[in-house]
């Protein structure tokens, strides 16, 4: 009887360890999303292919990359808008110096800065130099 109790939980653990190195694999082996409820796209502009989170309504264009520290798995956010007009980008709460393209049927019309609101320590908003219908936010 000793022995198998000692079986029964040695045969536990086992199973325990192999169920947990089970999870730990799965987890590592897919793709995580850092960004839960923003789609990715690739986009392709000058010769190469950004990986992007695509700000496909107005709260996640207001919202853009404000409160990243650091991007994980993606190059940056897409913006696309329905027309073609003049755009406006701030730094609020936003603590990643970004590199603003600005992009108009599918040319480039303009390349901002745009510090992150540690390093102005104010609010900044940047206009696009002419009327654009797509503009990416890159770390910088």
């Keep these: 009887m000793y022995n198998h109790s000692i079986r029964t939980i040695l045969l536990s653990i086992i199973l325990g360890a192999i169920t ?3 999870v730990v694999f799965l987890q590592n082996s897919y793709p995580r999303n850092f960004y839960p409820g923003y ?18 309504n107005p709260a996640k264009q207001e919202k853009g990359l404000m409160f990243q520290t650091k991007l994980q798995g993606v190059d940056g956010m897409l ?19 970004l590199k603003i393209i600005w992009i108009d049927r599918g040319q480039i019309v303009g390349t901002s800065s745009l510090p992150s609101i540690e390093e102005s320590k104010t609010t900044v908003t940047l206009n696009s130099p002419q009327k654009a219908d797509t503009v990416l936010e890159l770390p910088q």
């Design 20 to 22: 947990l190195g089970v």
């Design 79 to 97: 913006f696309r808008f329905p027309d073609e007009d003049y755009r406006s980008f701030w730094n609020k709460n936003t603590y990643i110096n």
């Design 39 to 56: 789609q990715t796209v690739d986009y392709k502009l000058q010769g190469k292919t950004y990986k992007l989170l695509l700000a496909d």
